[in-house]
């Protein structure tokens, strides 16, 4: 014990990791459970970086130009307006009726009822994003006080950004649907009878594999989400397909997804409520 | 060496957590993101007799916990981690310098990255390892410029070693 007293620095660090380590295992079993204390604190850290996170957006926008090749910023432009065109084509595809009573059979099979309720829509600001090579999580502005809840859907303009992780009074964590933890199940938006699973691929796209091995997939055809899992409703915009191939004679297809959200530059989105 | 005010150092601390929460946390070059707070940690616990670098890395850290991860801690654990090579090895550098500084952040980068990937790791996430080495190369060098441009704002007087025929003991 005295060896320990001899050497405060020492003896704090380590009191610090074994408090820590208590803390990691904590947060990792009771992630289900609500956490006041975490809560509160999280909104008055969004309180604090609200202010911020405006200009923080236009400094990412300029910074992540700075460093992307001119050809790569005027291919950019060019897959915008192509998913532009895209989008508009997918309104003449859209899931009819007919396909949308199956999923509601599908679901009620599946016990789940995500599609039975109609949505509302809540905006709301970006505050902070970690977007490392292993993670991609938001902060949000809007949170248990819009009603917003475990899983509860995120989308802008563009298409499916993610579903929320946990949520606070005036701030939500979104886990984005490029993170590889995030597993969403697709449909073509052509063709509703092809499924797949996809997930991040730990460099800013997705990757997935098609269900059906048999799946006529081609470059350029665009993926919505199945509504099989109950998490994500049936028909949101995931992305384009860049690349499908099989990676071996056994392997299933495998497809590489371009998320049609440009996840850099979020500033607003809408939780379906 | 001079010393650094707990409000002036806490201040530093504050805008980087800024930073790195709204703005480097969306900058990804080349699938590379730095980790500011991380540099700080590393610059404070070499360059200053206090417990900066640890105390406000702990404080801080679980800010950024709060903020940004899915496993409370996580974050923080490592700057602990990363706080303690640092308090071990300066007094067998010279503190000037900027060299010893930059190689606490070469140790610092790699127990960050594989102690996140590990702890994820061990709660079922799915990434892979691979992903944590790709990541390596571009945070050792963006950590390296990061410190050195932060080790030489902040070094401002001498500090005098211990094998300086002049050394009188104590710091300047």
Not at chain 2, 57 to 72: A, C, E, H
Request: charged content about 20%; glycine content about 8%; hydrophobic content about 50%.
């Amino acid at each position: 014990m005295k060896w320990f007293w001899e050497r405060p620095k020492f003896t704090i660090a380590a009191a610090a990791i074994v408090l820590l380590l208590i803390f990691i295992f904590a947060s990792w079993r009771l992630s289900e459970y609500d956490n006041p204390a975490g809560g509160a604190a999280r909104s008055v850290i969004s309180a604090v970086q609200k202010p911020f996170a405006a200009a923080a957006v236009w400094v990412r926008e300029r910074v992540t130009n700075a460093f992307t090749d001119e050809d790569i910023l005027r291919e950019n432009e060019e897959l915008k307006e192509k998913v532009s065109r895209l989008q508009d084509e997918l309104i003449k595809y859209r899931l009819d009726e007919t396909e949308l009573e199956e999923l509601r059979n599908l679901q009620d099979a599946l016990g789940t009822d995500a599609l039975r309720g109609e949505y509302t829509l809540k905006a709301a600001n970006v505050l902070a994003f970690e977007g490392s090579d292993m993670f991609n999580i938001l902060t949000i502005d809007v949170g248990e006080e819009a009603g917003a809840g475990r899983d509860t859907v995120v989308v802008n303009g563009d298409g499916l950004i993610g579903r929320v992780f946990e949520t606070a009074k005036g701030s939500s964590k979104v886990v984005a649907i490029i993170d590889e933890n995030n597993k969403i199940g697709f449909q073509l938006a052509d063709n509703p009878g092809f499924l797949g699973v996809c997930s991040g691929d730990g460099d800013g796209g997705l990757t997935g594999v098609m269900l059906d091995d048999e799946a006529k997939v081609k470059e350029g055809d665009q993926l919505i989400t199945s509504g099989i899992g109950g998490v994500y409703p049936a028909g949101i915009v995931i992305g384009t397909v860049i690349e499908a191939k099989h990676t071996d004679e056994n392997a299933l297809l495998a497809v590489k997804i371009q998320p049609a959200v440009y996840f850099k530059g979020i500033k607003k989105v809408a939780l379906l409520l | 060496m001079r010393k650094m005010r707990y409000y002036k150092a806490a201040i530093l601390f504050f805008i980087a957590f800024l930073i790195q929460t709204t703005i480097l946390g969306g900058v990804s070059i080349r699938g590379v993101s730095p980790n500011l707070l991380l540099c700080l940690v590393v610059v404070f616990s070499f360059l200053y007799d206090e417990s900066y670098g640890l105390i406000l890395g702990i404080v801080f850290g679980l800010l950024l916990d709060l903020s940004t991860q899915t496993l409370f801690g996580i974050q923080t654990i490592t700057f602990v981690a990363a706080g303690i090579p640092p308090l071990i090895f300066r007094r067998l550098f010279n503190r000037e310098r900027v060299l010893p500084d930059i190689l606490m952040a070469l140790i610092a980068t790699p127990i960050n990255v594989f102690a996140v990937w590990f702890a994820y790791h061990l709660t079922g996430s799915p990434v892979k390892i691979d992903h944590a080495v790709g990541a390596l190369p571009g945070l050792l060098i963006s950590h390296a410029v990061i410190v050195c441009i932060l080790h030489l704002l902040l070094v401002r007087t001498i500090i005098r070693h211990k094998r300086d025929r002049k050394y009188l003991g104590g710091t300047a």
